[in-house]
C-alpha cells in the first residue's frame, strides 16, 4: 500500500514538475520573441547616449526644455491641493535639489505650500501659465503661417516654371514645323 502511495505520488510529482517545465521553456519564448535583444556593454549604450547629446538634431534648446517644464507645472499646478507632493517632486527635479539638504527642503515645501493652497495666487498662476501658453501657441501659429506662405510661393514659382517651359517647348515646336514647311514649299 505505501509502495502504491510512494509511487503515485512520484508520478503525480514528475507530471507536475513536467508541466512546471513546459510552462517556462513557453514563457521565455514568448518573451524572447516580443523582447528585443539584451546589450551586454555597457559601454556602448553611453557612448550612443553621447552621441545623440553631441548631435544637433536630438539637442533640445533651452526653451524647449523651459516650454517642457512650464507645461508641466501649469497641469500640476491646475490640480490644486491635490498634487502637492508631485509638484515638489517635479520642482526638485527642475532644480536639481537633493534630498537630504534640509534648508532647501524648507524652503522648497514653503513655496508648495504657497503655490497649492493660495487660491489667489493659484489663480494668478494658472492665469500666468494659461497667457504662457497662450502666447507660445501664437507664435507657433504664426511660424506655421510663414512656413505655409513660403511653401505656396515656392509652389506659385513651380507653377510658373512649368507653364514657362511648356510655353518655351511649343514656340520651338511651332518653329520647327514653320521651317519644315517653308523647306517643304521651296522645294
Same mark, same amino acid.
Given at each position: ?18 508541466q ?28 550612443l #547616449? ?57 524652503? #522648497? ?42 511653401t ?20 520651338i ?15
Open positions: 500500500m505505501n509502495r502504491l502511495l510512494i509511487t503515485e505520488l512520484g508520478d503525480a510529482m514528475r507530471s507536475e514538475l513536467i512546471q517545465e513546459e510552462l517556462k521553456k513557453k514563457k521565455t519564448i514568448l518573451i524572447s520573441r516580443d523582447s528585443l535583444p539584451e546589450i551586454k556593454q555597457t559601454g556602448i549604450i553611453n557612448s #547616449l553621447l552621441d545623440i547629446d553631441d548631435n544637433p538634431l536630438y539637442r533640445k534648446s533651452l526653451s524647449d526644455v523651459a516650454l517642457l517644464n512650464l507645461t508641466k507645472a501649469a497641469n500640476i499646478s491646475l490640480n490644486g491641493s491635490q498634487s502637492k507632493d508631485i509638484l515638489e517632486k517635479h520642482i526638485r527635479e527642475d532644480l536639481q535639489i537633493p534630498k537630504r539638504n534640509d534648508y532647501l527642503n524648507h524652503y #522648497l515645501n514653503k513655496q508648495v505650500e504657497k503655490i497649492v493652497d493660495d487660491k489667489n495666487s493659484m489663480t494668478k498662476r494658472r492665469r500666468y501659465l494659461l497667457g504662457e501658453l497662450k502666447r507660445i501657441e501664437i507664435k507657433e501659429t504664426n511660424l506655421n503661417i510663414k512656413n505655409r506662405i513660403s505656396d510661393q515656392s509652389r506659385l514659382s513651380t507653377i510658373v516654371e512649368d507653364i514657362d517651359r511648356e510655353n518655351k517647348l511649343m514656340a515646336i511651332n518653329t520647327e514645323d514653320m521651317i519644315k514647311r517653308n523647306k517643304m514649299m521651296k522645294s
